[in-house]
C-alpha cells in the first residue's frame, strides 16, 4: 500500500515558517477585524472531515490538534499554536474538510467564516499572501503524504484505476492507493469493505462508503467537489473549460467583480495539466509542471470568487435568443449574458483496432510523473512529432529503458521548439523514426505489443513494447456547439477579422458593428485558446487571449 504514515506532526517535521507561519500582533489585530474571538474548550471539535462549512480559526492561546480520522483511531498530522492559524485551499473552494480539527489545550481563537476569509485574502495583500501560500504548501504536503480522505483500490492493469487516479491527481485531491496485484494488506481491504476483485475501481471515502468503479462525476459529487448550481442566477459570464485559457479568464473576470461560472468537464488545467514540464511560460526560468500551473491557478481564481464546477461539461448552447443558455451534464441549464468558450483541443485518436481497449491499459494521452512509473525501466512508444510529443519523449526518456518516438513525416514538426529538437537528438536513450506509423496493438486485458510500419519501404515490424504514447493530431472540443458559432474547415471557431462578411451573414450577425477580437458570429460569446482558429498552441497564448476576453466581456455586458 502506497498510503505512508507521518512519523510525526507535519509542523513539527516541516519546520516550514511558509506552510505554518506564526502571525505578529498586527496582524492578529487586523484578521480579528474580519471575524470574533472565542472561547474554545478542550476536546471541542472545531471542524469535522467531511463536513462542507470549515470556519478558519486564528489560535489566540491554547492549542489545536489535526487529525486524520480512521475508523476509530486518528493520526496525528498538524498541531496549531498560539499565534497559527488552521485550513488548506479547500477553505477557498468550499469543498468539504480533509481532516478533523480538535482543540487539545483549551485557550481562545478568531474565527471566520469562508465569506469572511475571502474578503480577507482579496482585501489585506500581506495576510493574503502569508494564507494563500500557507495553504498551498499544505495541500501539496497532503498530496505527498497520501493524507486525504480516500483510498483508491485498484490495478496498475485496469484503465478504470488509471482514469480515476488521473482525476484525483489533477483536481489535487490527496489519496492513498491499494494495489491489487501488490499490496500484501489487500484482501483485508476486500473483506473489510466487502468488495471483490472484479469491482475496481474502488473508492473508499472516509472509511465509510464504497464506490464501486465510480465515473468521475459521481466522485466529484461524492466528495463534494462543486457547489450547487442556482439555476435561476443569470450570470455575467460562464466560462467552458477551465485549461489555461479558461482558468485566466476567470481570475480576470472575477477580480474585475464579475458574476462567473467556469464549467469544466475533466479537472483543471486541460493539456497543459498533462504536461510534465513547462519550461517555456515566462516567469518560470526552471520550468513549472502543468498540474501545478493548473493548482495554482484554480486556487487564484477561487480567491477571487470564481465558481468552478468540476466534472460537468456544457452539452449545448442554447443560441437562439438572449440571455444564452448552456445545458450542462444532468439536465441543468445556466442563463448568462456572456459566453466565453475555452474548450481547447484534444489529441484525434489513430484508427486502430482495439484502441479503446488499451486506453489507460497502455495507451496513454499524458506524460506526467503517474504515467512514468508505470514504464520505468521498459521500452515506450511516443507517437507524434510535434511540441507535446518532443516533450514527452525527453520527459520519459529520463525512466524509460528506450523511447521510440513515431513520426509520420520525414521529420520533427517545423512548429517544434529548437530546444526541444536539440535534446531529442542528443538523447541515446531516443530513436526517432521518421515516416513511420503505428499500425496495430495487441494483447488481452493490457497492451504487450505493438506493429508499426516504414511508409517507405512498407516494412513492418513487431515489438514487445507495452506504453504508447499518443500525442499527434489535436482536433477542437466544438461538437456540442452544434452550429450556434462560425467554424473553421477543422472544426476550429472562427473569432473577430476572421470572420467574413459571408460568414456574419450565414450567422445572421444582428449588430451594426463588426466582432470585436476573440469574438465569435454571435455577439457576446467569445472564444479563446486553442479552440479559436489562428490560435498559436501555446500556455502563454491561451492565457493572453482567457484575460484579452474579459475586457471585451465588459464592453459587450454594457451594449
Ligand atoms: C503534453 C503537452 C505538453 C505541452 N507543453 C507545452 C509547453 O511546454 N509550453 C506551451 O506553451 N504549451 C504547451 N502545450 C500546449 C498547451 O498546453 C495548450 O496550448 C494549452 O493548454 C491550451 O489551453 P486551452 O485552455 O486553450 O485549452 P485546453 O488546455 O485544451 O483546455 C480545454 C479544457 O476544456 C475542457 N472542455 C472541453 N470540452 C468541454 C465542455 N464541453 N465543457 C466543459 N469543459 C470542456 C477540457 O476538459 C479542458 O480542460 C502542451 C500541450 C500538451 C498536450
Known sequence: MTDRTLPMPLTQASGDERMFPSLTAAQIRRI??????????????????????????????????????????????????????SGE??????????????????????????????ALVQ????????????????????????????????????????????????????????????????????DRFHVSAADVPVVICRGEVVLRSPSNQQIADFLGFNDAIDQTQIRDV????????????????????????????????GQAGSSSKIENYLGFPTGISGQALAGRAYTQAQKFGAQVIIAKGA??????????????????????????????????????????????AGVYYGATFMEAQLCRGEDVVVVGGGNSAGQAAVYLAQTAKRVHMLVRSSGLAQSMSRYLIRRIEENPVIVLRTQTELTALEGTSHLERVRW??????????????HVFI?????????????????????????GADLLQDDLAAAHWPLARAPHLLETSLPGVFAVGDVRAGNIKRVASAVGE?????????RALHE
Open 123 to 190: 482585501t489585506d495583500s500581506e495576510i493574503g499572501e502569508l494564507i494563500m501560500r500557507a495553504f498551498i504548501i499544505r495541500r501539496v504536503e497532503l498530496i505527498a503524504h497520501g493524507l486525504g480522505d480516500v483510498v483508491v483500490l485498484g490495478s496498475n492493469h485496469c484503465s478504470g484505476t488509471l482514469r480515476v487516479k488521473e482525476f484525483l491527481t489533477r483536481n489535487g485531491h490527496p489519496y492513498s492507493y491499494v494495489d491489487l496485484d501488490r499490496d500484501a494488506d489487500v484482501q483485508d481491504f476486500l
Open 546 to 554: 482567457g484575460s484579452i476576453a474579459i475586457s471585451l466581456v465588459h
Open 315 to 360: 452539452k449545448r448552447l442554447v443560441c437562439e435568443r438572449k440571455p444564452y443558455v448552456i445545458e450542462i451534464d444532468g439536465g441543468l441549464r445556466v442563463p448568462a449574458r456572456a459566453v466565453i468558450i475555452a474548450t481547447g483541443a484534444a489529441y484525434q485518436k489513430p484508427s486502430l483496432e482495439n484502441l479503446s481497449l488499451f486506453e489507460g
Open 238 to 269: 460562464v466560462i467552458v473549460g477551465a485549461g489555461p485559457a479558461g482558468l485566466a479568464a476567470a481570475v480576470y473576470a472575477a477580480s474585475e467583480g464579475l458574476d462567473v461560472l467556469v464549467l469544466e468537464t475533466n479537472a483543471p488545467g
Open 32 to 85: 480579528a477585524a474580519h471575524g470574533h474571538a472565542r472561547p474554545i474548550r478542550r476536546g471541542e471539535v472545531l471542524v469535522e472531515a467531511g463536513k462542507r462549512v470549515v470556519p478558519f480559526f486564528v489560535v489566540l492561546t491554547g492549542q489545536v490538534e489535526i487529525v486524520r480520522p480512521s475508523g476509530t483511531t486518528e493520526e496525528l498530522v498538524a498541531v496549531h499554536g498560539a499565534g497559527q492559524f
Open 471 to 495: 500525442m499527434a493530431g489535436a482536433a477542437p472540443s466544438t461538437r456540442w456547439l452544434d452550429g450556434c458559432v462560425g467554424l473553421d474547415a477543422k472544426g476550429f471557431i472562427k473569432t
Open 89 to 118: 485551499v479547500n477553505m477557498l473552494s468550499g469543498r468539504p474538510a480533509l481532516l478533523r480539527a480538535r482543540v487539545s489545550e483549551a485557550g481562545e481563537v478568531i474565527e471566520l467564516d469562508r465569506e469572511h476569509l475571502l
Open 453 to 466: 510500419r516504414n511508409r517507405q519501404t512498407a516494412a513492418t515490424e513487431a515489438h514487445e513494447i507495452r
